[in-house]
Structures are given as structure tokens and as C-alpha cells.
């Protein structure tokens, strides 16, 4: 896709007040197990609704989706390696506090939403295979669990995810070489994989699966707010991010053949957990199995969101778009405690606002608005060369990164629109509050002088 820039010597790592304890290996573990996330163990089913037997082929196609805003991704965050993410890069791109705070808002409020699902997803049905208890109370006290390991540090957050992410890749893994197993049998029928649903138009289905896989791999952006923790990050991140997706997109890729070609579409389109029909078409592998698998994929996506939202807290505060106090970190762990404890509280207060489907339909309109803004910055901000050599995309990347935003946005229907419009009127009023707020104390401190 693209190369650094040259020269090719190393540029030191610029100064932070984080830890810079991540590596290459735990930083892409990190960008794999975000990708890898709880949706494809239901979305499976959903694409075969659409699609019927060609389900890798919408999940190819929301890859290439994918992979277009990555590669902004890598060019920016090796050019700009401060935690921040989107907002770092439309503040210097556009210039303008309100659209820079509003896009960092956007990527927060998707952030948080984000958990708030996970922890409710968590408390559900895939709990009670093993307890019964009231979801909403679990879901607020998993996401106080998932706080204080954030606030233990990252790298103590990055090892647990290195475990969750094995745990929940080896469930994916397990689910190819159990269709292997059904289709040694002679079960199975591997000619559907190229069979499309009856009364279908090929091309629309496609592209209507391809929206639905697009939300398994959305996760990656998470990894641009950990720039400041990251060793030779202009080095490490591209090869990380590209990695991570890749392998993702294999893995899925596999996922979907073998579903397809032990199960009927039909059957897997009618299923809550269309990989248990896998798991149950072969036989030897208890059910129960597969909850706890999920449960674990679950818990890793919403503790890697969490510890995306509040180094975006964070970050956004280092840059005066947040309060300051965001910006405190613990003397010992050096984690952003303040950011840590904030986006929790309000991740739980959202608990109690929606259901899972809502809060992810949401989560997915507030990304691709980031998403949009960070394909433009890429190309403004070409105007704005740095000493250090960094990632660089060619520029028809972007250019098609934004049309598949905007290709994706045509695809939300009135209520999420609604649901994120609310969101971001709420951003809008804090940015007044805020910068009411620092004019007043500006003006009283002009006076008193």
C-alpha cells in the first residue's frame, strides 16, 4: 500500500508523561484482539441472512473497507505519535477547536457507548448458561472490574488481553477445525461457499453483507490513542495495524467458509449463535464451551475499549479540549487515573439507556463521522511536512476511504441518525460550557491583574 517516507534512520520517540512499555508484539495482540471481537460470533449468521452461501465474500470486501481507513491511520499516527487519535489529527488539520473537539467527542461517545454494550452483552444470555443474575447490575459491576485493570497499568491491561485474545482466536480456530472434522465425514456440503441467496441480486447482496461484516473489524482505531506508549512507534505501528487486520480478515475469512459449508444459510441465518450450529453439527464439544469463549471475547473488547476511551480522555485534555484534570495521572502506575474513573461512570450511566443492538448501530454511525474526518486529514495535512520519516499512503487511499464513509453513512437508518444527533448536541453544549467557562476565568484574571 504504501512505504516511510525517507530518510530511513531512526527518529526518537518523542516525550510523554506516559509509560512506553508496549512493543510490537503486544501492540498488535492489542489491534487483533479489538478486531476480534464478540460480533463475528453472531454476525456470521446475519451475512448468510443476506449473502446466503458466499459469506466470505462480503467479509473481503469489508476488509478492503477497512484496511483503506487504516492506512491513514498508520500515515498519521507515525507522523503525529501523541495519544489523541482523530482528535489530535483534525485539530491540526482543520484548525478549528469545535470540529477538532467534536471529532475527538465523537470517537469518546463511541468509545463509551461501545463498553456499554460489551458489559451488557456480557451480562447476558451467555452469562446465564452459568448464572442468573440481573443484567444491568452485572453490567455496571463488570465494568468497575474492568477499571481498576486499566488502572493497574497498560502493560499489566495488554498482557490479560494477550490471553483473552488467544482464548477467543483459538474458539475461532477450534470452529474451522471442527467443519474440517464434519466435512472428513463426508457431511457438510462445501459447494454452497459459492451459492447466493435465492431472489437475490449478487452485487447489492454483497454489498449489503459487507455493511454488517464492516462492524467485525472496526476496533483498529482504538490503537492510535496508545501512540505515546508504544516503542518506536513509526516503525512498530504499520506493521502492527496492517498485521492485526490481515489476520483477522484470514481468520474470519475461514470462519465463514467452514460455517457455510457444514451449515445450511438458512439455519445459521435463523440462529442467536450461529457458530454453536458448527459446534452442534459435530458433536464431540460441549455448548457450554462456546459461551465461555464468547463470554471472554466479550470481556476483551470492552476492556480494550475502555482503555481507548480514556487515553482519548486523556489525550483531549493534554490538548485543552477536555478538562485538565483528565490529564492527572497516578505517580507510581502512571495511568490516567481521572480519565479512567470518568469514562467508566459514564459508560455505566449508558448501560441503562439501550439495548446492545442500539448502543452498536450507534457506535458504528459515530465511527465512520471519525473515520471521515481522518481520511480528509491525511490529505490537508500533506501540507504539513515533519522532520522525522513516517508511513505514507498514496493518495488515492484516503480519497476511497472517504467514499466508503460516506457509502456506509447512506446505509443508517433515522433512529441511530437521531440517537448520535443526541450524542454529539451534547458535546456541542460541554464545548459552550467549556469554552464559556475558560473566557470567564480569562477575563477575571485580566481584571485582578
Not at 200 to 213: F, K, M, Q, R, Y
Request: some cysteine.
Amino acid at each position: 500500500m504504501s512505504a516511510p517516507t525517507a530518510p530511513q534512520e531512526q527518529a526518537a520517540d518523542p516525550d510523554t508523561k506516559l509509560s512506553r512499555s508496549v512493543g510490537g508484539r503486544l501492540l498488535y495482540l492489542f489491534i487483533l484482539g479489538d478486531v476480534l471481537g464478540a460480533g463475528v460470533y453472531a454476525l456470521v449468521g446475519e451475512m448468510a441472512g443476506e449473502v446466503g452461501g458466499a459469506v466470505w465474500l462480503p467479509l473481503l470486501v469489508a476488509l478492503g473497507l477497512a484496511l483503506l481507513t487504516a492506512g491513514s491511520y498508520a500515515e498519521l499516527v507515525t507522523k503525529y505519535p501523541r495519544a489523541g487519535g482523530a482528535a489530535v489529527f483534525a485539530d491540526r488539520a482543520f484548525r478549528s477547536p469545535l470540529v477538532s473537539f467534536l471529532v475527538g467527542f465523537s470517537m469518546l461517545a463511541a468509545g463509551v457507548t461501545s463498553a456499554a454494550g460489551l458489559s451488557l452483552a456480557f451480562a447476558g444470555d451467555y452469562l446465564a448458561t452459568f448464572v442468573d443474575a440481573p443484567d444491568r447490575l452485572v453490567a455496571v459491576l463488570f465494568l468497575a472490574l474492568v477499571a481498576t485493570l486499566n488502572a493497574r497499568g497498560i502493560k499489566e491491561s495488554l498482557r490479560a488481553n494477550v490471553a483473552m485474545t488467544a482464548i477467543e482466536l483459538s474458539g475461532l480456530v477450534l470452529v474451522v477445525v471442527l467443519a474440517a472434522v464434519v466435512l472428513g465425514r463426508g457431511e457438510g456440503s462445501p459447494a454452497r461457499v459459492t451459492q447466493f441467496a435465492e431472489g437475490t441480486t449478487p452485487a447489492l447482496a454483497v454489498l449489503s453483507a459487507a455493511i454488517l461484516a464492516y462492524y467485525s473489524f472496526v476496533g483498529f482505531e482504538t490503537s492510535a490513542n496508545l501512540a505515546e506508549e508504544v516503542r518506536d512507534v513509526r516503525r512498530t505501528y504499520p506493521r502492527a495495524l496492517f498485521g492485526a487486520l490481515v489476520t483477522a480478515g484470514v481468520v474470519y475469512v475461514a470462519v465463514g467458509v467452514a460455517a457455510v459449508a457444514v451449515v445450511d444459510p438458512d439455519t445459521l441465518a435463523g440462529s442467536t449463535g450461529p457458530l454453536l450450529e458448527v459446534v452442534d453439527a459435530e458433536g464431540s464439544v460441549p455448548a457450554w464451551v462456546f459461551s465461555l469463549v464468547a463470554l471472554i471475547a466479550v470481556a476483551n473488547g470492552a476492556l480494550l475499549t475502555m482503555i481507548m476511551s480514556s487515553r482519548l480522555a486523556y489525550g483531549m485534555a493534554e490538548q485543552g479540549l477536555l478538562p485538565s484534570v483528565l490529564g492527572r495521572v497516578l505517580p507510581h502506575r502512571r495511568t490516567p487515573w481521572v480519565a479512567i474513573v470518568v469514562t467508566t461512570v459514564v459508560a455505566m450511566g449508558l448501560v441503562f439507556t439501550g439495548d446492545v443492538a442500539g448502543l452498536a448501530e450507534t457506535v458504528v454511525l459515530l465511527l465512520l463521522l471519525v473515520f471521515a474526518s481522518t481520511n480528509v486529514a491525511v490529505l490537508v495535512l500533506r501540507r504539513d511536512p515533519v522532520d522525522a520519516p513516517h508511513f505514507r499512503v498514496a493518495t488515492v487511499v484516503p480519497v476511497l476511504g472517504v467514499a466508503s464513509c460516506v457509502l456506509l453513512l447512506t446505509q443508517q437508518d433515522a433512529v441511530t441518525w437521531l440517537r448520535a444527533g443526541i450524542l454529539l448536541a451534547v458535546g456541542a453544549v460541554l464545548y459552550g460550557v467549556m469554552r464559556w467557562t475558560t473566557r470567564t476565568r480569562s477575563a477575571r484574571s485580566a481584571r485582578e491583574a
